[in-house]
């Protein structure tokens, strides 16, 4: 059984990384999950409460706990490959599909900043 593996990565200006992994259900959809995330530039910009996906920064979205303006942001660059591991999220590749759409970080800001 093949499955969708969305891996994030959170790096601060400080260079300091975090990782996070989802896997969602099926492979259906994959290939135009692959090529979204190349033309809307979630490769590199990608939020990953506007996707779904869970926060996987080094700071508190939430609460701004540890946030420091001069290096932190709220991007994660995503890659998505097949996978045999078990699913993590009810999250369908059509739902991902339709927020990678969506997907528009120009004016967005980190719940603790609204």
């Not at 992994?21 to 999950?33: A, D, L, T």
């Not at 979205?61 to 045999?84: C, K, M, Q, R, W």
Request: a negative charge; aromatic letters at 10%.
């Amino acid at each position: 059984m093949k499955n969708i593996s969305i891996s994030m990565v959170y790096r601060c200006g400080a260079n300091w990384k975090t990782n996070s992994e989802v896997i969602i259900k099926g492979r259906s959809g994959f290939n135009e999950i692959q090529s979204l995330i190349e033309l809307q530039g979630l490769d590199d910009w990608a939020i990953p409460e506007l996707l779904g996906l869970p926060s996987c920064y080094s700071f508190d979205p939430l609460t701004g706990d540890s946030f420091d303006a001069e290096f932190d942001h709220p991007y994660v660059s995503i890659e998505v490959e097949l996978t045999n591991k078990r699913e993590t999220s009810a999250l369908t590749p059509q739902a991902f599909i339709e927020r990678c759409k969506a997907h528009n970080h120009d004016a967005y800001l980190l719940p603790f900043q609204r």
